[in-house]
């Protein structure tokens, strides 16, 4: 069984649109955090969370809004879509001790927009 | 400044061959360096991780080396396999802030049998 879900696994989205991309771990975590891959940042760090509560933001944009619903919950929410966002978007997690703890990642949303 | 470079881009090897994969760091809060590994349409996955305590970390066909004072660590892959070409992550961390990994830009490991 998955441990970490990402829904959708595709997703085509027009320029100036709203999408919210879901994610939900079930290895007990408490830390939870997104990274993005593309073409020209492969990997790259947006958010993480601790214990539902924001530790960082390294996004430029406030179009990118991460939610926590539930402890095991982390969607990311963008608003007014631009090309330039297309990209595959991770969700990750680790126990949520130290930096040292393990973080892994889930399957990934892979995002185009036109 | 929170950056990791990585070389090489990309690296074709024969099969039975050691692949070097080499990265570097500048700041030195980073105490944390572990090696992600992604097959195409996966997610990076933990292969090995290292501590700046150790200078050396193996796990089977796998090495890291860690020079503290240089700033470099590298991958080594002994008896390398066809099945071992994916792309490779270094990464690095900080104790302090947020724990995030700050990925080093990959080399594409190819290993030719």
């Known amino acids: 069984d998955p441990k970490i879900i990402q829904k959708p696994k595709y997703l085509v989205a027009v320029t100036g649109s709203e999408k919210i991309l879901i994610c939900e771990q079930y290895?007990?975590?408490?830390?939870m955090y997104w990274y993005r891959q593309s073409a020209k940042k492969p990997l790259e760090f947006m958010f993480s969370?601790?214990?539902?509560?924001?530790?960082d933001n390294q996004t430029a944009s406030s179009r990118f809004q991460p939610q926590s619903s539930k402890k095991n919950h982390l969607d990311l929410q963008i608003t007014a879509l631009k090309p330039d966002d297309s990209a595959t978007y991770f969700c990750a997690s680790s126990q949520g001790t130290s930096n040292q703890d393990t973080q892994y990642f889930g399957p990934g949303t892979r995002l185009l927009v036109l | 400044q929170q950056q990791v470079r990585q070389s090489p881009q990309s690296l074709t090897v024969w099969e039975g061959e050691t692949a070097i994969l080499n990265c570097s760091y500048e700041d030195s809060t980073f105490d944390y360096f572990p090696w992600y590994h992604q097959f195409p349409g996966e997610s990076p996955a933990l292969l090995i991780a290292i501590r700046p305590v150790s200078n050396k970390k193996e796990d089977g066909r796998f090495t890291i080396f860690f020079n503290k004072r240089e700033k470099k660590f590298s991958l080594h892959i002994a008896d390398s396999q066809p099945g071992d070409s994916a792309t490779y992550f270094c990464a690095a961390s900080a104790a302090s802030g947020s724990w995030q990994l700050i990925f080093g830009s990959g080399t594409q490991l190819t290993v030719m049998p």
């Open positions: 969370y601790s214990y539902q509560k924001l530790m």
């Open positions: 290895l007990g975590h408490n830390a």
